[in-house]
């Protein structure tokens, strides 16, 4: 009984230790967006984060966890972008900035956001329509004609197909 026990809580702390690893990607998201608006206020736009993963995304199934090695968030001040880059492998943040960058008018929110990261790649592995390659997801808001949701963008720039999950609705799509 006792063997059992220590089972359950060694389970118990793993799952912790997961947990929080998944949760650095959204976490950073929101501390980025934080000190940047402290810094900036109103003139700051953010635009989208892109979340490198150690593992492919299917790897990422079989894994059972989320190891993200690197996140970029991207923002628009006045006529100014500035990259912040977290290499979570190093334990390093850099920041770019370039003039004049070319979104326009599609700012993320990440309070609006329902799902993280990983609520977004359960879905994805839950829905067996769509498989896309990569160990690259995109949280953006897409640019077009049409507004959408901001969406977790899953699969690499050379793919034939993105696969999509809304951030806030959970609907799996694609983007082609």
């Known amino acids: 009984m006792k063997k059992i026990f220590n089972l359950m809580i060694a389970f118990a702390i793993a ?9 650095v990607y959204n976490e950073t998201i929101k501390k980025d967006v934080a000190e940047m608006t402290a810094k900036y206020g109103e003139d700051l736009i953010f635009y989208e984060s892109h979340a490198v993963l150690n593992k492919t995304i299917e790897e990422a199934k ?5 190891d993200v090695a690197e996140c970029e968030n991207i923002f628009q001040v006045r006529d100014t972008c500035y990259t912040i880059t977290h290499d979570f492998v190093k334990g390093t943040t850099e920041v770019t900035a370039v003039d004049d960058y070319w979104l326009g008018s599609c700012e993320l929110n990440p309070d609006e956001f329902n799902l993280t990261i990983t609520d977004a790649l359960k879905v994805y592995f839950e829905n067996d329509q769509y498989k896309t390659t990569g160990n690259k997801i995109t949280l953006r808001a897409p640019v077009g004609p049409v507004q959408m949701n901001p969406m977790y963008i899953i ?14 609705t959970g609907k799996v799509g694609t983007l082609r």
């Open 15 to 23: 799952l912790t230790i997961t947990s929080c690893k998944h949760d």
């Open 62 to 66: 079989s894994y059972k966890g989320l």
């Open 155 to 168: 699969g690499q720039h050379n793919s034939p197909m993105f696969v999509s999950v809304d951030a806030i």
